[in-house]
């Protein structure tokens, strides 16, 4: 596990690299600071499409630094209450883990997805369809903030599917500021729009929550 994750403290302080983030979280390191209700306002409003859309173009679960660890076992490794066992060819035993968006524990790391917290299909919709292949991999990759990547139960991963704040937010209430937070984090990091729906459905859940400051190392 040779790459260090940014570290989260509720759901909207800054995003620090610690130490030499790998080229796949690499960025132009400038820093916005802000509020999440100022964010939410200044998100860039423009029509989503998805033409030409697959996942494919986006490669992750790489193993960047080539410690044997791809991406879902460096997550699975940095956000685990209880340090799991790593075995052969990163192989996870043990350990214990907190899913946010439905505040459920889980003991095995096979019942736990790893989500993009804007997903795939909405950083195309939303700016990725005009970047190239290395920045799409770098954004699936994304060990450079703690915020861009976060494992859950299965279920939750699969309610959500592709679907933005204005369709979907985590079932527990209390897990609600700080996935908005969170979504609204990895939209500034790395210069996606936000659709008329998505942008009035996080003023709606922002104005719910503490105007907690936020700051966000960008990526591109």
Not at 32 to 44: G, K, M, Q
């Amino acid at each position: 596990m040779g790459s260090l994750r940014g570290l989260t403290v509720g759901f909207a302080v800054a995003a620090v690299v610690a130490g030499s983030a790998p080229s796949a979280s690499a960025g132009s390191g400038d820093v916005v600071s802000t509020t999440l209700r100022r964010a939410v306002e200044d998100l860039p409003v423009a029509d989503e499409d998805r033409t030409g859309y697959e996942r494919s173009k986006f490669k992750h679960w790489i193993d960047e630094d080539g410690d044997g660890c791809n991406t879902r076992a460096e997550v699975l490794i940095a956000e685990a209450v209880v340090p799991p066992t790593v075995g052969p060819r990163c192989s996870l035993s043990a350990g214990l883990w907190r899913s946010y968006y439905d505040e459920a524990d889980q003991t095995s790391a096979r019942a736990l997805d790893i989500d993009h917290v804007v997903p795939l299909a909405e950083s195309w919709d939303s700016g990725a369809s005009a970047w190239t292949p290395a920045e799409r991999q770098a954004y699936a990759n994304d060990l450079g903030d703690a915020r861009a990547l976060v494992a859950v139960t299965a279920r939750e991963n699969r309610s959500k599917a592709d679907q933005d704040p204005a369709a979907w937010l985590p079932s527990s209430t209390g897990a609600r500021c700080r996935y908005v937070g969170e979504w609204v984090a990895v939209k500034i990091r790395w210069g996606l729009s936000v659709d008329p729906m998505e942008a009035d459905a996080l003023e709606q859940a922002a104005a719910g929550c503490p105007d907690t400051e936020l700051a966000v190392v960008l990526a591109r």
